[in-house]
Nanobody, 116 residues
Framework: QVQLVESGGGLVQAGGSLKLACAAS????????MGWYRQAPGREREFVAS????????SYADSVKGRFTISRDNAKNTLSLQMNSLKPEDTAVYYC?????????WGQGTQVTVSS
């Protein structure tokens, strides 16, 4: 199993920045890919960004391209999401995920609120 703990959420004004972090523990050597998802009130959970654990290949949702940057530190088993130029529509609970084929693991989520 893999355990994930997110941190770094909070309240920020539109145009501001936040950096989320996710600490992974357990079977981290088996992780294929990690990513961030978000869920706003009344909406389904949606993909934000992902990165392959060994090769560092990244993928982003169109809505965050050019504003968010995903990165990982394999030595520390941590995943980060740098969020710049935040918009009110970025407000959501952000979840860290880890893919250990064929299972997806999830963190408990961290709230990000962007005020206009």
């Amino acid at each position: 199993q893999v355990q994930l703990v997110e941190s770094g959420g909070g309240l920020v004004q539109a145009g501001g920045s936040l950096k989320l972090a996710c600490a992974a523990s357990g079977r981290t050597s088996s992780i294929y890919r990690m990513g961030w998802y978000r869920q706003a009130p009344g909406r389904e959970r949606e993909f934000v960004a992902s990165i392959t654990w060994s090769g560092g290949v990244t993928s982003y949702a169109d809505s965050v391209k050019g504003r968010f940057t995903i990165s990982r530190d394999n030595a520390k088993n941590t995943l980060s999401l740098q969020m710049n130029s935040l918009k009110p529509e970025d407000t959501a609970v952000y979840y860290c995920s880890a893919r250990v084929i064929p299972t997806n693991y999830w963190g408990q989520g961290t709230q990000v609120t962007v005020s206009s």
